[in-house]
């Protein structure tokens, strides 16, 4: 007997699953995954690792999801975004410029790392550049910004359709980065400097940084389960950490977009720029702080900074005055 | 030299796509989860089911969907099985992997 009997849990990624892709994609992959896991969530008789199969299992949805109906998702955005001359010349132009300031950004982050951690003098450079993807972390979004804030300069138009789909594409991969990749790269940085530092040393135990999304949310339910409520909400705090991240980069394009119309003059849009994203990364690391010691929702903390941003952008942007701003005068 | 530059324009089986034949060789038929647990981490929950798929527009695997129960309300689950296609070219990459290998080392 292998079927589910009672219940029929997972719902949600089932209507997911007949929405959000292709026949293909639905009857080849999601679906017999998800029969697996409500059958995986059934046979558990415990309350806890229901809630951990629970768990893991939406995790390992997401990531199919994100593995062939992403890539599907992918290319229908640059389909819909790169269809008229325009919208492929501002999307263009965006990438130009965000591949540019994500590189700056990239390029400082990694320097500044390199003069507050002393021990990475006796580092090989091949092992450093496992930091890379935890500092495109910070670069992405950033570079997002001050990126569709060069590319639409002066021009005081809205949002393009290509410049959306180019946002919404550096979502997507900034969701698979922060969620998968930096964890694992962060881990195998720490295993291979130890050795180089230290021959013979047994390799660091993985922190909260170093567990994937799905082993977050797991280890989340499972501490929580066992009564560890600080060590949950710690974890929760990194699990929304991901794709508040990853929406960042949507939101800071709008606010570009936002600031190169409604501000003249180019040195205030780049300073309201620089103090916006320094706000951001401020309001992240309080709220984590407090999200930390239990004053505060993990969701709001993360969440509250990006949606704040989001729809102070999109105000920003509809009250706009409908005249594109006079000529730059900086 | 030589023999690297063959296996590089041989055609390919991915490593996880022929540690599938070879899981579903040893077992018959299993479940894409079964596959998971008897890989020893080598397959993901996340990505397993992609592979599958992809084996299955091959036509290196068939798959049944279980029979519906009485009182269940799940959906049915998919149990995945060899083609002869599947078993021609697990064994057809098994024997170049080794000859190429064989003549690499000579």
Same mark, same amino acid.
């Given at each position: 007997?292998?079927?589910?009997k009672? @219940?029929?849990?997972?719902?949600?990624?089932r209507?997911?699953?007949?929405?959000?892709?292709?026949?293909?994609?639905r009857?080849?992959?999601l679906?017999p995954?998800?029969?697996d896991?409500?059958?995986?969530?059934a046979?558990? $008789?415990?309350?806890?690792?229901?809630g951990?199969? $629970?768990?893991?299992?939406?995790?390992?949805?997401w990531?199919?999801?994100?593995?062939?109906?992403?890539?599907?998702?992918g290319?229908?955005?640059?389909?819909?975004?790169?269809?008229?001359?325009?919208?492929?010349?501002?999307?263009?132009?965006?990438?130009?410029?965000?591949?540019?300031? =994500?590189?700056?950004?990239?390029?400082?982050?990694?320097?500044?790392?390199?003069?507050?951690?002393?021990?990475?003098?006796?580092?090989?450079?091949g092992?450093?550049?496992?930091?890379?993807?935890a500092?495109?972390?910070?670069?992405?979004p950033?570079?997002?910004?001050?990126?569709?804030?060069?590319?639409?300069?002066?021009?005081?138009?809205?949002?393009?359709?290509?410049?959306? +789909?180019?946002?919404?594409?550096? +979502?997507?991969?900034?969701?698979?980065l922060? *969620?998968?990749?930096a964890?694992?790269?962060?881990?195998?940085?720490? @295993?291979?400097?130890?050795?180089?530092?230290?021959?013979?040393?047994?390799?660091?135990?993985?922190?909260?940084?170093?567990?994937?999304?799905? @082993?977050?949310?797991?280890?989340?339910?499972?501490?929580r389960?066992l009564?560890?409520?600080e060590e949950?909400?710690?974890?929760?705090? @990194?699990?929304?950490?991901?794709?508040?991240?990853?929406?960042?980069?949507?939101?800071?394009?709008?606010?570009?977009?936002a600031?190169?119309?409604?501000?003249?003059r180019a040195w205030?849009?780049?300073?309201?720029?620089v103090? =916006?994203v320094?706000?951001?990364?401020?309001?992240?690391?309080?709220?984590?702080r407090?999200a930390?010691?239990?004053?505060?929702?993990?969701m709001?903390?993360?969440?509250g900074p990006?949606?704040?941003?989001?729809?102070? *952008?999109?105000?920003?942007?509809?009250?706009a005055?409908?005249?594109?701003?006079?000529?730059?005068?900086? | 030299? &030589?023999?690297e530059s063959?296996?590089?324009?041989?055609?390919?089986?991915?490593?996880?796509?022929a540690l599938?034949?070879d #899981?579903?060789?040893?077992?018959?038929?299993?479940?894409?989860?079964?596959?998971?647990e008897?890989?020893?981490?080598? #397959?993901?929950?996340?990505?397993?089911?992609?592979?599958?798929?992809?084996?299955?527009?091959k036509?290196? #695997?068939?798959?049944v &969907?279980?029979e519906?129960?009485?009182g269940?309300?799940?959906?049915?689950?998919?149990l995945?099985r060899?083609?002869? #296609?599947?078993?021609?070219a697990r064994?057809a990459w098994k024997?170049l992997t080794?000859?190429?290998?064989?003549?690499?080392?000579?």
């Amino acid at each position: 007997m292998s079927q589910v009997k009672g @219940e029929l849990p997972l719902g949600f990624l089932r209507w997911a699953a007949e929405r959000l892709c292709s026949k293909r994609t639905r009857e080849l992959v999601l679906l017999p995954l998800l029969a697996d896991l409500q059958f995986e969530h059934a046979r558990e $008789r415990r309350a806890w690792a229901r809630g951990v199969a $629970r768990v893991t299992g939406t995790a390992a949805f997401w990531q199919a999801w994100l593995t062939c109906g992403g890539v599907e998702a992918g290319r229908r955005l640059i389909a819909w975004g790169g269809g008229a001359p325009e919208e492929r010349r501002a999307a263009g132009r965006l990438l130009a410029w965000v591949g540019l300031s =994500v590189c700056a950004a990239s390029a400082l982050s990694v320097s500044t790392w390199f003069w507050t951690a002393p021990w990475s003098a006796g580092v090989p450079l091949g092992i450093l550049a496992l930091a890379l993807p935890a500092t495109l972390l910070v670069a992405l979004p950033v570079g997002m910004l001050f990126g569709a804030l060069l590319a639409g300069a002066g021009r005081g138009r809205g949002l393009e359709r290509g410049e959306l +789909a180019v946002s919404l594409l550096a +979502a997507l991969g900034m969701f698979v980065l922060a *969620s998968w990749v930096a964890p694992t790269a962060n881990q195998a940085l720490r @295993e291979r400097t130890v050795e180089a530092l230290f021959p013979g040393a047994p390799p660091p135990a993985r922190g909260d940084r170093e567990l994937t999304l799905g @082993e977050l949310g797991a280890e989340a339910v499972r501490r929580r389960a066992l009564g560890r409520l600080e060590e949950a909400a710690r974890l929760e705090v @990194e699990w929304h950490k991901k794709p508040a991240m990853a929406a960042s980069c949507v939101a800071l394009t709008l606010c570009a977009t936002a600031l190169g119309r409604r501000v003249r003059r180019a040195w205030t849009r780049h300073l309201l720029a620089v103090l =916006v994203v320094s706000s951001v990364f401020a309001l992240w690391s309080v709220g984590e702080r407090e999200a930390d010691a239990g004053r505060l929702l993990p969701m709001v903390a993360l969440w509250g900074p990006v949606v704040l941003v989001f729809l102070g *952008s999109w105000w920003a942007l509809k009250s706009a005055p409908e005249r594109p701003p006079a000529p730059e005068t900086a | 030299m &030589q023999s690297e530059s063959r296996l590089k324009s041989a055609p390919r089986l991915p490593e996880k796509e022929a540690l599938i034949l070879d #899981l579903l060789a040893a077992a018959g038929e299993a479940f894409g989860l079964e596959l998971v647990e008897a890989s020893d981490g080598r #397959l993901k929950r996340g990505t397993v089911y992609v592979t599958l798929g992809r084996l299955v527009e091959k036509g290196y #695997l068939s798959t049944v &969907q279980e029979e519906p129960r009485t009182g269940s309300i799940g959906l049915p689950r998919r149990l995945y099985r060899l083609t002869p #296609l599947g078993s021609r070219a697990r064994e057809a990459w098994k024997d170049l992997t080794l000859k190429l290998a064989w003549e690499g080392a000579s």
